[in-house]
């Protein structure tokens, strides 16, 4: 009974979901045709066992054991009118690269790059993620885009002028090092992040809002370097 609540939930969001993304499909219908794409690769090459398999790899290789403690993996999108009114916010121009650390399926980047024409960048250490989203990228030929099997512990923040945080899962270690990467960006840089204000001293607050996520309302905080 409880399962069958929990898919009915689902289901009705994804249709208001759907709803909310009318007026962006209609603006940009080659969206609908990446959606399509991704439904496709994922419903045939990737299961929740696949998921949990790399989640477990990604822990060892961060010298982690895997438990139930061990959120920094999970999984929920940003849906495309939220991380519309985000970017709309950071008023993005064409010499902007933006960066989702933490990219999952890569569809916040494919709208950046989509949507707005700006080059893109996701970064994610889940193998089927880049593998996956990268041969939709291949098969509609998109430019601009750079989908990265990586620890973004790993990047240089300072090449982005842009930087998305959905960090609402990731554990306090993750934080620390965010923050201490942060420190480094250039100026003119705007950080987006999700749920968590940001304590660096060489960002300050732009503004601070409540958009729709899978899981939720969540707060938005976004912050320019300088
Ligand atoms: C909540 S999902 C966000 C997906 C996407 N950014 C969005 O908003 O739709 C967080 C993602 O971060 C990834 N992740 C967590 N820690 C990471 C790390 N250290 N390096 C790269 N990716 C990481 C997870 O695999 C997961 O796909």
């Given at each position: 009974?409880?399962?069958?609540?929990?898919?009915?939930?689902?289901?009705?969001?994804?249709?208001?979901?759907?709803?909310?993304?009318?007026?962006?499909?209609?603006?940009?219908?080659?969206?609908?045709?990446?959606?399509?794409?991704?439904?496709?690769?994922?419903?045939?090459?990737?299961?929740?066992?696949?998921?949990?398999?790399?989640?477990?790899?990604?822990?060892?290789?961060?010298?982690?054991?895997?438990?139930?403690?061990?959120?920094?993996?999970?999984?929920g999108?940003?849906?495309?009118?939220?991380?519309?009114?985000?970017?709309?916010?950071?008023?993005?121009?064409?010499?902007?690269?933006?960066?989702?650390?933490?990219?999952?399926?890569?569809?916040?980047?494919?709208?950046?790059?989509?949507?707005?024409?700006?080059?893109?960048?996701?970064?994610?250490?889940?193998?089927?993620?880049?593998?996956?989203?990268?041969?939709?990228?291949?098969?509609?030929?998109?430019?601009?885009?750079?989908?990265?099997?990586?620890?973004?512990?790993?990047?240089?923040?300072?090449?982005?002028?842009?930087?998305?945080i959905c960090g609402t899962c990731f554990?306090?270690?993750?934080w620390?090092?965010?923050?201490?990467?942060?420190?480094?960006?250039?100026?003119?840089?705007?950080?987006?992040s999700v749920t968590y204000s940001?304590?660096?001293?060489?960002?300050?607050?732009?503004?601070?809002?409540v958009e729709?996520f899978?899981w939720?309302l969540d707060k938005v905080y976004?912050?320019?370097?300088?």
């Amino acid at each position: 009974m409880k399962l069958i609540v929990v898919g009915l939930f689902f289901w009705a969001q994804s249709v208001i979901f759907c709803i909310k993304n009318l007026p962006i499909f209609f603006k940009h219908p080659y969206l609908i045709y990446i959606d399509f794409w991704l439904f496709i690769y994922y419903f045939f090459n990737f299961s929740q066992e696949k998921h949990l398999v790399e989640m477990k790899q990604a822990c060892n290789k961060k010298g982690w054991s895997f438990n139930d403690d061990t959120s920094d993996f999970t999984y929920g999108e940003t849906p495309y009118f939220t991380i519309r009114n985000i970017l709309k916010s950071v008023s993005p121009t064409a010499n902007d690269t933006f960066v989702d650390l933490g990219s999952g399926k890569g569809r916040c980047v494919l709208f950046a790059a989509c949507y707005f024409g700006l080059e893109a960048v996701g970064v994610d250490m889940i193998p089927s993620f880049r593998i996956l989203s990268s041969k939709v990228v291949n098969r509609l030929s998109l430019t601009s885009i750079n989908l990265v099997e990586s620890d973004f512990e790993a990047i240089n923040f300072d090449n982005y002028s842009i930087i998305y945080i959905c960090g609402t899962c990731f554990g306090k270690e993750t934080w620390d090092i965010i923050h201490s990467k942060l420190g480094a960006v250039k100026t003119g840089t705007r950080v987006v992040s999700v749920t968590y204000s940001l304590q660096s001293s060489n960002l300050r607050m732009v503004s601070a809002s409540v958009e729709r996520f899978e899981w939720g309302l969540d707060k938005v905080y976004i912050y320019q370097c300088g």
